[in-house]
């Protein structure tokens, strides 16, 4: 009887290591075989709240992994079953489940890129923010006082010229006053930190004095390199009191009613933006200025008397004159090597 019971005993205990080596066998080799990703199971969603058991389910649904107990068993032996964070992740061919539950702790979410280009209005940026796919829309009809009060903005603040441009990567699901409120942000870093090593000019007495130079700095600009001396330009006509006569000022003056050329009566006709009619800056700025616009009216071209300019190339090198005699002359210029250029177009 005794001999029976030890070998009974014997047979469990062997039954028991052979399942425990079984179960210790498939935990490995469910660690080490790459998961089943495919086209149609690449994206995968971890909602607000989910737990690792939760997850785990999922990825058995979507055919990811074909056993849930042992991602959630793994998942509780390595101590990150707490650690998942919610988000959208790429999932790519060749990852194990260690890694799969790897990128769950680490945050690493599947990013999307909108780009605000310099030269553009609010209006523009705020356009390509309400048809981008993966930006909640949380503003609806509100309008530009209301988003700017959102953000945080002095009371009355006008929009324009605030948003820094730049490229943004940014997860699904960021919501439109999210992405904004990043922009609005880094323009006022930005724009303190230029304040701060500034060359003063008596008529440049605030940051936001600046900014508004610096978006007709922006829109005036046909070459990079030449910001410096077109923001010299603008600065000097302060000095002397001139008119800053600019066109890009009128065309924001005309609104939605610009129809892409401008005319006499155009520059004849006082709205607050037209520096043909008003002295000094325009009353916001016309456009987000880029970072180097900005750099241009912190730091003008040094030493030039220069008053004018005009384009004399296609590709929009300018002439910078000195005296009214000069300019009329490259303008004439211009205008001669325009017409020629069209004379010899077939």
């Not at 323009?187 to 303190?192: A, E, G, I, K, V």
């Not at 500034?198 to 978006?215: N, V």
């Not at 890009?248 to 607050?272: A, F, M, S």
């Not at 009619?277 to 030493?303: E, F, Q, W, Y």
Request: hydrophobic share 35%.
């Amino acid at each position: 009887m005794k001999l029976l019971f030890k070998l009974i005993s014997l047979l469990i205990i062997a039954a028991i290591a052979t399942v425990g080596f079984l179960a210790w066998y498939q935990y490995q080799h469910f660690q080490e075989t790459p998961i089943a990703v495919t086209p149609d199971n690449a994206l995968f969603e971890i909602k607000p709240g989910s737990n690792i058991r939760q997850v785990a389910k999922q990825l058995a649904e979507k055919k990811l992994i074909e056993h849930e107990l042992l991602f959630f068993a793994h998942a509780r032996i390595t101590g990150k079953a707490t650690q998942i964070k919610a988000g959208e992740y790429q999932l790519e061919p060749g990852m194990t489940p260690d890694d799969v539950l790897q990128k769950f702790v680490s945050g690493q979410v599947l990013q999307y890129q909108l780009t605000i280009l310099e030269g553009k209005t609010f209006k523009d940026i705020l356009a390509d923010i309400r048809k981008h796919p993966n930006i909640e829309q949380t503003l609806g009809d509100a309008d530009e006082q209301a988003i700017m009060r959102q953000l945080g903005a002095p009371e009355g603040m006008s929009p324009e010229g605030w948003f820094y441009p730049d490229t943004y990567s940014f997860p699904r699901k960021t919501t439109d006053l999210a992405f904004l409120q990043r922009s609005y942000k880094a323009m006022q870093t930005y724009l303190q930190k230029a304040w701060e090593g500034r060359e003063p000019h008596p008529h440049i007495k605030t940051p936001y004095e600046a900014l508004i130079l610096a978006s007709i700095v922006e829109k005036e600009t046909g070459l990079p390199e030449e910001r410096p001396l077109v923001a010299k330009v603008f600065l000097n006509r302060l000095d002397l009191g001139m008119l800053l006569q600019t066109d890009p000022t009128v065309i924001y003056g005309i609104g939605e009613k610009y129809d892409g050329n401008i005319r006499k009566t155009d520059l004849q006709t006082d709205t607050p933006y037209n520096t043909y009619t008003r002295a000094g800056l325009t009353p916001t700025p016309i456009a987000t200025p880029s970072k180097a616009a900005i750099d241009a009216v912190m730091h003008p071209a040094d030493n030039r008397k220069v008053l004018y300019f005009v384009a004399t190339t296609p590709g929009g090198a300018s002439h910078f004159s000195e005296t009214l005699d000069e300019h009329n002359q490259a303008v004439r210029q211009y205008i001669l090597n325009r017409n020629k250029t069209k004379e010899s177009q077939p």
